[in-house]
C-alpha cells in the first residue's frame, strides 16, 4: 500500500481543526454530487421532502399522506405507533422526509460521498456540522432532544419553524450501524446553508465543507479499508450483504 498523500492528510487536519474548536461531538454528511446524467452536480442541505416543491402547503401535504400511507400499510412490519421515531424508520427505508441524514462517524460520510465516484467526473464534498452551535443559533438551545412535548405533526405546523439537529432513537439496525443523526429542516424552504447565512453572517464555525478531489481518489478508498467501512457495515441486513457481494470484482 503506498503512503497516504500529503492531500489528504490536510483533509483530514482541516476536519481536526474544526473538531477542535466545536463544542462537543461533530456530525459529518457525505454528498457523491453525481446528477442524473452522471455528471458533476452541487447538492444543496435540503431533505428529499423539500426537493419537490417551492410551496410548503404542497409539502406539508405531501408529508402527511407519507406518514399516514407508512403507519398504516406498514404497521406490521414497522409496529410503530410514535410519529418521530415512524419517521426514521421512513427516512432509512426511503420514504420522503424533511429529516436529512447526518453521521459521528467521518469514514461513514466518506462511505456515501464516494458511492460509484468518478474522479474524472464528480467531486464529493464532505460536510460537517456543529449541531449544538446550530440549535443554539437558530432556536435558541444547544440540546438536540426531539421536542417530545409535541406529537410531529403539531410540531411542524408552525409557522416559520426553524431547522433544527435532532439525535434520534436508534430504533433501527441501519441507524445504529451508520451511527446516524438528523436535522430536521424547518418550513422556511431555504437549505440549511443559506437558512444558516440568513441567520449568522459567519458561520463557519457551524457548518463547512471540503470537497475529495481526484488526487486523493486511491488514499479514500484506503482509508475506508483501513476502517472496515463497506456495503455491509454500512447496511447490515441482506440487502447490505448483496451489495457487498455483487460489487466484488469480476461482478457486474
Known amino acids: 500500500m503506498t503512503n497516504i498523500s500529503q492531500n489528504f492528510k490536510r483533509v483530514l487536519s482541516l476536519i481536526n481543526q474544526f473538531m477542535t ?9 457525505g454528498h457523491s454530487n453525481i446528477g442524473e446524467n452522471g455528471e458533476h ?39 410503530t405507533k410514535d410519529e ?3 419517521l426514521y424508520i421512513m427516512q432509512h427505508h426511503g420514504t420522503p422526509t424533511r429529516l436529512l441524514d447526518w453521521t459521528t462517524s467521518l469514514s461513514v460520510a466518506i462511505y456515501f460521498a464516494t458511492r460509484n465516484w468518478n474522479p474524472k467526473k464528480n467531486t464529493p464534498t464532505i460536510w460537517f456540522l456543529d449541531p449544538a452551535k446550530l440549535n443554539e443559533t437558530l432556536i435558541d438551545t444547544t440540546f438536540l432532544e426531539v421536542p417530545s412535548n409535541y406529537n410531529f405533526n403539531k410540531y ?12 434520534p432513537n436508534y430504533n433501527s439496525n441501519r441507524l445504529i450501524a451508520q451511527q446516524g443523526q438528523f436535522t430536521l429542516q424547518g418550513n422556511t424552504i431555504n437549505d440549511l446553508e443559506k437558512e444558516l447565512a440568513l441567520k ?12 475529495l478531489t481526484e488526487d486523493i481518489y486511491y488514499d479514500v478508498g484506503s482509508f475506508l479499508h483501513m476502517n472496515g467501512i463497506d456495503d455491509f457495515t454500512v447496511y447490515p441486513d441482506l440487502d447490505g ?9 469480476g461482478f457486474r
Open 84 to 86: 418521530w421515531d415512524l
Open 41 to 79: 452536480e452541487d447538492y444543496k442541505l435540503s431533505s428529499t421532502l423539500f426537493r419537490r416543491s417551492q410551496d410548503l402547503e404542497y409539502i406539508r401535504q405531501l408529508e402527511i399522506n407519507y406518514i399516514y400511507e407508512f403507519m398504516t400499510k406498514g404497521y406490521s412490519l414497522h409496529q
Open 156 to 167: 411542524v405546523e408552525r409557522e416559520n419553524l426553524p431547522s433544527r439537529a435532532i439525535a
Open 21 to 29: 474548536h466545536s463544542e462537543g461531538n461533530i456530525w459529518f454528511r
Open 241 to 249: 450483504l448483496s451489495k457487498l457481494i455483487k460489487n466484488r470484482k
Open 200 to 211: 449568522k453572517t459567519h458561520y463557519t464555525d457551524i457548518l463547512d465543507k471540503i470537497e
